[in-house]
């Protein structure tokens, strides 16, 4: 396996972070907040806190480029879309099914950066993430009677947004100073958000102090720490290995929930567990690309 080990590193502090958000969902998140009123304080708290710590350091704000602007915006665009699409599948099919679903994105990535990124498709990749698949199916497996066909639409058009999200982020924004990055992501982000749920008429100033503490626990761990991780993580590794990697965020949601919650661990989730970790050691055997 020949990663690079500090972009591994990032990789796997991602997806701590954003495995962290079922647990919170477990302990009471955001109680009858909108997805998009929680997002956008999600995004916006995690914008202040890279505002505060370029001006602590003396960090630059202003990109060089201008033209960076219009591109983390279209990238900001397409997140967000993931992320809508992602949580309003939940409206209608169970989260275990759109969990498994989502997790196909590695498919389309394999295809997308074939494409755009000039990444060779092996045998090994296909069966890494073919066999991956089968080890979330395995891990989150919830009864699969409780479909419609727009929550599958809906989470879907959220891995595909998610497999261009990656791509387009390699390819086009990539190169921006990390945290300058993140911090124009989350602002674009909390920005349409805030439209999104305003123009709906579900925005609201959330008062309790529970759920005030869990929005500040998933900004940090989430945001703050898991999306500044992901995005250094893509411009480290290639857009694959990410994606595969990033598979990771059950197997962490699970010990997380063991150690916090102290939900038992089934032989079901140690067997996909296993057959997860071997689907990101076959895939990563395949044939590097000269460069």
């Given at each position: 396996?020949?990663l690079?080990?500090?972009?591994?590193a990032?990789?796997?502090?991602?997806?701590?972070?954003?495995?962290?958000?079922p647990?919170?969902?477990?302990?009471?998140?955001?109680?009858?907040l909108?997805?998009?009123?929680?997002l956008?304080?999600?995004?916006?708290i995690?914008f202040?806190?890279?505002?505060c710590?370029?001006l602590?350091?003396?960090?630059?704000?202003?990109?060089?480029?201008?033209?960076?602007?219009?591109?983390i915006?279209?990238?900001?665009?397409?997140?967000?879309?993931?992320?809508?699409?992602?949580?309003?599948?939940?409206?209608h099919?169970s989260?275990?099914?759109g969990?498994?679903i989502?997790?196909?994105?590695?498919?389309?990535?394999?295809?997308?950066a074939?494409?755009?990124?000039?990444?060779p498709?092996?045998?090994?990749?296909?069966?890494?993430?073919?066999?991956?698949?089968?080890?979330?199916?395995?891990?989150?497996y919830?009864p699969?009677?409780l479909?419609?066909?727009?929550?599958?639409?809906?989470?879907?058009?959220?891995?595909?947004?998610?497999?261009?999200y990656m791509?387009?982020?390699k390819r086009?924004?990539?190169?921006?100073?990390?945290?300058?990055?993140?911090?124009?992501?989350?602002?674009?982000?909390?920005?349409f958000?805030?439209i999104?749920?305003?123009g709906?008429?579900e925005?609201?100033?959330i008062?309790?102090?529970n759920?005030?503490?869990?929005?500040?626990i998933?900004?940090?761990f989430?945001?703050?720490?898991?999306?500044?991780s992901f995005?250094?993580?893509?411009?480290l590794?290639k857009v694959?290995?990410?994606?595969?990697?990033?598979?990771?965020?059950?197997?962490?949601?699970?010990?997380?929930?063991?150690?916090?919650?102290?939900?038992?661990?089934?032989?079901?989730?140690?067997?996909g567990?296993?057959?997860?970790l071997?689907?990101i050691?076959?895939?990563?055997k395949?044939?590097?690309?000269?460069t």
């Amino acid at each position: 396996m020949n990663l690079n080990l500090k972009g591994l590193a990032y990789i796997v502090i991602a997806t701590l972070g954003f495995s962290i958000i079922p647990i919170l969902a477990s302990l009471g998140l955001s109680s009858n907040l909108s997805s998009a009123t929680l997002l956008f304080y999600r995004f916006f708290i995690a914008f202040l806190f890279y505002l505060c710590f370029c001006l602590i350091k003396g960090k630059k704000i202003l990109l060089d480029n201008k033209k960076d602007y219009l591109f983390i915006i279209i990238g900001a665009s397409i997140y967000s879309i993931q992320c809508v699409s992602f949580f309003s599948s939940f409206e209608h099919i169970s989260s275990s099914l759109g969990e498994v679903i989502f997790h196909c994105y590695p498919l389309f990535i394999l295809i997308l950066a074939y494409i755009f990124l000039k990444e060779p498709i092996t045998k090994n990749k296909v069966m890494g993430v073919l066999l991956s698949i089968i080890g979330v199916a395995i891990v989150i497996y919830a009864p699969w009677n409780l479909m419609e066909i727009r929550g599958i639409i809906y989470v879907f058009i959220a891995a595909f947004a998610s497999a261009i999200y990656m791509v387009y982020s390699k390819r086009c924004i990539a190169q921006i100073d990390t945290i300058q990055l993140t911090m124009y992501l989350s602002f674009f982000c909390a920005l349409f958000y805030f439209i999104f749920s305003a123009g709906s008429g579900e925005f609201e100033i959330i008062k309790e102090p529970n759920i005030i503490m869990n929005v500040l626990i998933l900004a940090i761990f989430s945001t703050v720490i898991g999306f500044f991780s992901f995005m250094k993580a893509i411009s480290l590794l290639k857009v694959g290995e990410v994606s595969i990697l990033s598979l990771m965020e059950p197997i962490f949601t699970i010990i997380l929930s063991f150690i916090i919650l102290g939900t038992s661990l089934s032989v079901q989730q140690l067997v996909g567990t296993i057959i997860l970790l071997l689907a990101i050691v076959i895939y990563e055997k395949s044939p590097k690309q000269r460069t």
